[in-house]
């Protein structure tokens, strides 16, 4: 007999054999068997919960002091802890924290995707460091909560700062929205509710106008007029034709109209390297594509989102910009709209190439890995 049945088995006080039942009032000082039942539970679980608030608190002040021994790894640790996190990320990207800690804890609650933090992340957007919106801005992307598109539409409007490592905040909102646009069901299916509204309301009208022509001619019946033909009120009009005018010949179609229409060949696809020599990679986080490798604004030429393919062809002498073109796997918003289909991508937001590649630029971009001074 296991240690929760003993329990049940148990008399009541006062000596009876009859076990407490579920539902069953019971007397003063007269504990019920569920209560015993947690109690035996509650000492082992509270243990567990307390070691984990404590190892959640530890890695969020971990996340603003680059010295601190867990730094490099807070971020993939929370995220491994997952939604009993959020609590403690959100309140991280509030302005009176370090500003690394709240760009941090943007990029775990964008990793996690817990909806709870998609209204801290909009107030994020009013951060006072172009590093933390940045951030915000990136991880409401990725939730794709459509709240987030009236705050992110100001953001690619007025938003002209731009990163410690270059990239403009405007121009990210942009990536964002566009996003969040083509994945919202929302708004793709907000064309289709609006068709079929219309139809809906097109057969109603339909049966009310039946209901009434139905009613009248019942009417008329009643009194001995002639009812009213109701196939004749919605029959087409045909003129009336005069027999006295000459037939007329209907015009037959010409040689020109008839020929098949010329369909013009589609232009050749970029060609791919040899598949011995395609280094290939994955994008990590949305991006832009560059026509040179720097972040100019005017300098976009298309865009990449999380978890496409790419084909690496080159790199900066650095080795901080890779130009890449599309691989076989992409999302239908990803485009580089470039003659030849390739453009230059930031290195970190991409994975690492497999092996070496040709350089072919010598403009050199600054981009530290860890921004340590606010804009």
Known sequence: MSNQDKILDQPDANGQGEPTKIGQITRPGEPTRQLATQASVAPIARPLVAA???RIVTLVAALGDPAHPLHHHAVHDLVTIGDPAVSALNEALNPRRPWLASFRAAEALGQIGDGRATSPLIEALRHPNSNVRWGAVRALAVLGDARAMFDLRRVARDDRTKTTWGEPVAGAAESALEQMQSQNV????????KTALACVAMLVALVVAGSLFSSLRNDLDAIGKDPIDTAALFAVVTPTVDPRAEPTVEAQPTEAAT???TLTPAAPAVALPEASSVVSGTVLTAANVRAEPTSEREN??????PGDTIVFLASTADAKWYRVQLGDQVR???RIESADGTGWIIATLLSVPASELPVEATIS?????TPTTAP
């Open 52 to 54: 984990q608030r404590e």
């Open 186 to 193: 929302l708004f793709r299916s907000a064309e289709l509710i």
């Open 259 to 261: 020929q098949e229409p």
């Open 300 to 305: 976009k030429i298309g865009t990449v989102s």
């Open 332 to 334: 239908t918003s990803s």
């Open 365 to 369: 971009v600054a981009l530290p890995a």
